[in-house]
């Protein structure tokens, strides 16, 4: 059966956190009661003007296909909200809607690395990065993160990377799986290291407005940067709206079309009512967006408290997303059997921080996407469990 297959399919990794998932929900069908930490999703719901625009496109007929980089109003309300937030000039022909995040770390890299090309990505990092890079036969640098650097690119390590045959650096800030955050003047020395150099940047800025401490910058706001940058940016995390599918890509008008080329080939358009939500979430208030922020921050404070309370454990308070990455290593164990433990013996369910990469193991990263009042029964839970160890 093994030729059955193309060979680069043994090249692509996968999202631990889905496989987490499904061991977790095969649990609770024996009876099991388990807090769902893994997770990287808000429980709230999405926002009733949101939902509703959505079903006022539904029925008012967009079922059909749209262009394949989206209808022109919700590209019009992007690059007029990118143009406000990040201070440079942005055209709707210059975005590409997607279903979701995701696809555009997919078409990003799929459009312009070549087999040997080097990309530089950060480690611990979203998984699908490195599984990307090595699909399309590109070499993964990781940048490590490491805790002492509170999770953030070292700079002078950076560009000791930096080579000849680097054609991307990837970006995320706010970060996923460690919640650090990349302040403006870091992001100013990252890019004078890029300037004057044929390197494209993928900024995912997907928790943009996650944030509880410091200001959100863009490289793409760096004069010069523009057009080298490509902004992943989406709705799942802000608007809490996981399950519509629906991002957007930011980047110059030649790569824009290639972008577009590789929709039309896989999945023709998003659905045109969603695109109708996005709009709404973009234009309409931004209330919803903010109070679930400050519930955000609430919880994070509580479960930095609480972990740090644990002896063995100790835990950096994130100033965005709604992720910490507790330091685990006095336990001995790795980071994945712990998590495995913490689900079997504490119903508690997380992810073991070498599911992002190398440099993540010695952590677990639990999401606190989550009720207060499951944190706290969380807390206890992997208190008593890791004091039997
Ligand atoms: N980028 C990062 C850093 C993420 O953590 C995620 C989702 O967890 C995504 C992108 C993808 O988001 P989406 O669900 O919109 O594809």
Redesign the pocket.
């Given at each position: 059966m093994q030729n059955m297959f193309s060979n680069r399919m043994q090249l692509l990794g996968t999202e631990t956190a889905f496989e987490m998932l499904a061991k977790a929900q095969e649990l609770e069908r024996q009876g099991k009661e388990i807090i769902h930490l893994e997770i990287?999703e808000p429980n709230f719901p999405t926002p009733v003007n949101i939902t509703e625009a959505g079903i006022r496109a539904l029925q008012g007929g967009m079922t059909k296909y749209t262009p394949a980089p989206g209808l022109l109003e919700p590209r019009q309300a992007i690059a007029a909200y990118i143009s406000k937030t990040r201070g440079i000039p942005v055209e709707p022909e210059e975005v590409v809607l997607v279903t979701?995040?995701?696809?555009i770390?997919f078409y990003s890299i799929l459009a312009t690395v070549n087999p040997g090309d080097e990309v530089i990505y950060p480690n611990p990092g979203?998984p699908?990065y490195e599984s990307m890079i090595r699909f399309v036969g590109g070499k993964p640098i990781p940048i490590p993160l490491r805790e002492e650097n509170s999770f953030q690119i070292d700079i002078t390590e950076l560009n000791s990377l930096i080579t000849d045959r680097t054609k991307m650096l990837i970006l995320?800030s706010p970060?996923?799986p460690t919640g650090s955050f990349l302040a403006r003047e870091d992001i100013e020395a990252i890019a004078e290291k890029i300037l004057g150099r044929d390197i494209w940047v993928l900024s995912?800025e997907?928790?943009e407005k996650i944030l509880y401490e410091g200001e959100m910058f863009s490289i793409s706001s760096v004069p010069g940067m523009k057009e080298k940058t490509i902004i992943?940016n989406?709705?799942?995390?802000s608007y809490s709206m996981?399950g519509w599918?629906?991002?957007y890509g930011v980047m110059n008008r030649e790569l824009a079309e290639k972008i577009t080329r590789l929709v039309v080939n896989s999945t023709s358009c998003v659905p045109g009512f969603i695109q109708m939500a996005g709009l709404e979430a973009i234009t309409g208030p931004q209330t919803a967006t903010a109070k679930m922020v400050e519930k955000f921050k609430e919880r994070r404070n509580a479960i930095v408290a609480g972990l740090n309370a644990i002896s063995g454990v100790t835990c950096l308070t994130p100033p965005g997303a709604f992720y910490v990455f507790p330091n685990i290593k006095s336990f001995k164990r790795s980071s994945d059997e712990l998590a495995e433990y913490l689900l079997y013996e504490a119903g508690v369910s997380s992810l073991g921080g070498q599911a992002f990469g190398a440099f993540g193991e010695g952590y677990l990263r639990l999401s606190y996407a989550n009720s207060l009042e499951n944190i706290k029964h969380a807390i206890k839970r992997i208190e008593n469990a890791l004091a039997k160890l």
């Open positions: 990287g979701g995040g995701k696809p770390m979203f699908i995320n970060q996923n995912d997907i928790y992943l989406g709705f799942s995390k996981t599918r629906l991002g």
